[in-house]
């Protein structure tokens, strides 16, 4: 995966993120937008563009959102890498495989952040949330969907649509 | 069968990732040791910068989302207009007699509101904002706001909606500003019991709710009462509506009063920015005293 495509999708998960994000509906399907752009950097971009993307992901969700800058980034970059290096194998397990390492992984990063908020900045440690499953639900859910529909044969289901339209 | 080269390659990539994780790992420690004596109370200028950096894409993004969502809702709402029509119709001759009353209320209130010396403590709005951003994360409830320093915002203004108290600008950039909400885990507002007066402290739990705390074990409160800012933590104008107490359970030293906030904190499209409390004297003013 090259740094045109790789930025693309950075951009596109930021606008999501926002987009969902500035809606009324936001709650109904909070999706980590940027987890999943990390996900896809890992599945095709290799461990180091996964670990970057993930860092400058994360960056971007601390400036906007958290108190100290770097607790998303070293979430997020660490996340990259184990799932470039576990991608072949979560890929081979399918969409559904997909989506359980993908909600697990957005789990992952809040358990990250708040251990690094409660060492940094002694917040109290608040894990299993109602909102925090729900969100690792719809993240997973999403990812899963997105590889369902990358792995789906399009090209030979279209092929056979056309030819049983021609008999 | 595979060449040297290529096995180089293999063995080389994950082995090279590793290092450049290794390497983010510690930029990132390094990052946030550099921030950490700051304990996140205003936020850095980086931080600052970045806002205003985003502030462009942020506000296209979020006004195409406002732009569909809205006409969503019209669509949906024209299927029901009729209804709502007569409906509005009843609640509108309602009104005019709620006014009625009110108007007799308020001049008897306006006479009595000149005798009081409170004027300092009324909270004053600066102006609205639409929320862009609502961020829930391991007991963190931030919220990116759009308004910020060139419309006079600035870090420590409270925020509110006419249901009750919301929370307060951390860090303003030009256009955007970072908000914490009282349901943060490390948010905390100086509150009192509207119907016995007492005063405690009203603490976020990291999950939507919210706990009063340090009320002694001989208080009368109950389920129902309206908990509001007492104006006692410099930060929040007092007699805003925080929220209604759910529950009480005896603690060992103080009651356990667990409180449900009346501002609808997951439907927060606009909020109202305060001035910050106390309101900060005019330049010169308290040089020259």
Not at chain 1, 69 to 93: D, T
Not at chain 2, 113 to 130: D, E, H, I, M, Q
Request: proline share 5%.
């Amino acid at each position: 995966m090259k740094l045109g495509p790789i930025a693309l999708v950075l951009a596109g998960a930021t606008a999501l993120e926002f987009f969902f994000g500035g809606s009324k509906f936001r709650g109904a399907w909070p999706v980590d937008w940027l987890l999943v752009g990390t996900a896809v950097v890992a599945r095709w971009g290799g461990s180091g563009r996964a670990v970057l993307t993930g860092a400058a992901a994360g960056f971007l969700e601390d400036a906007l959102t958290e108190n100290l800058l770097g607790l998303n980034a070293f979430a997020k970059a660490a996340i990259g890498y184990l799932l470039a290096f576990a991608s072949v194998r979560i890929i081979f397990g399918g969409a559904l495989a997909v989506g359980g390492v993908i909600a697990l992984c957005s789990l992952a990063n809040d358990a990250i952040v708040a251990v690094l908020r409660f060492l940094l900045l002694n917040s109290p440690i608040v894990l299993g949330t109602p909102d925090a499953l729900w969100r690792a639900v719809a993240t997973g859910a999403t990812a899963g969907a997105l590889e369902a529909a990358w792995s789906f044969p399009w090209r030979e289901w279209r092929e056979k649509r056309r030819q049983r339209r021609l008999r | 069968m595979r060449s040297p080269s290529a096995r180089i390659e293999t063995v080389g990539r994950p082995r090279r990732g590793g290092v450049l994780l290794a390497f983010v790992l510690v930029f990132c420690v390094l990052v946030l040791s550099a921030q950490a004596p700051a304990r996140g109370r205003r936020g850095s200028v980086l931080q600052s910068w970045i806002l205003t950096a985003a502030a462009p894409m942020v506000r296209a993004v979020a006004s195409v989302s406002r732009a569909v969502s809205g006409t969503s809702s019209s669509i949906a709402e024209t299927w029901t207009a009729r209804a709502e029509n007569e409906k509005l119709r009843r609640e509108l001759q309602k009104r005019d007699e709620e006014l009625f009353h009110l108007r007799a209320e308020v001049r008897q209130l306006r006479g009595e509101n000149s005798l009081r010396a409170s004027a300092p403590f009324l909270p004053t709005v600066v102006g609205s904002a639409p929320v862009l951003l609502l961020e829930r994360r391991a007991g963190l409830q931030s919220a990116l706001i759009g308004i910020g320093s060139a419309a006079g915002i600035e870090g420590g203004a409270p925020l509110a909606v006419p249901e009750g108290l919301v929370g307060r600008v951390v860090i303003a950039g030009r256009t955007l500003a970072r908000a914490q909400l009282l349901l943060d885990a490390s948010a905390a507002a100086g509150a009192r019991i509207a119907r016995t007066g007492e005063l405690g402290i009203v603490r976020g739990d990291g999950r939507g709710a919210l706990r009063l705390n340090h009320i002694p074990t001989t208080s009368r409160v109950r389920r129902g009462d309206l908990v509001e800012s007492a104006g006692i933590d410099g930060i929040y104008p007092r007699g805003i509506p925080i929220g209604r107490v759910e529950s009480v359970s005896r603690g060992s030293q103080f009651l356990d009063i667990r409180v449900v906030p009346t501002a609808p904190f997951s439907r927060l499209t606009d909020v109202l920015v305060l001035a910050p409390f106390p309101a900060r004297p005019a330049e010169g003013t308290s040089a020259a005293r």
